[in-house]
């Protein structure tokens, strides 16, 4: 079992632009083991500069908890399946939290020595 301390967790948003895209790439992620869990939020307006003017567009949030290790490999997996040209991929390090959950999320999506 690794320890909770020497790791360094994450939490990141992506925007997809449907539920089912955000569903498939949540499973993926999932199965893959590069996320322990994936929230995804429905209904969300994003408001943006896109190609020389202002978008508007309704949006799926994923909000999806990892370690730093699975990063690489899980910007990989939502490139390939997302149907953005530059998807929305923004991360942040979780300072502290549940020492049980955090260690699930080891426990979830490390490979074991």
Request: aromatic share 8%.
């Amino acid at each position: 079992m690794r320890n909770v301390e020497n790791n360094n967790f994450r939490v990141l948003y992506i925007t997809c632009p449907n539920i089912q895209e955000a569903e498939k790439i949540a499973r993926i992620l999932v199965n893959n083991k590069v996320a322990a869990c994936v929230n995804i939020v429905p209904n969300i307006k994003s408001i943006y500069y896109w190609q020389e003017k202002v978008e508007e567009s309704n949006e799926v949030l994923l909000i999806i908890k990892t370690i730093e290790e699975n990063l690489e490999k899980l910007e990989e997996i939502v490139k390939n399946y997302h149907s953005y040209t530059v998807p929305e991929i923004i991360s942040w390090s979780i300072k502290s939290g549940n020492v049980e959950y955090l260690q699930w999320m080891i426990d979830t999506t490390s490979v074991h020595s």
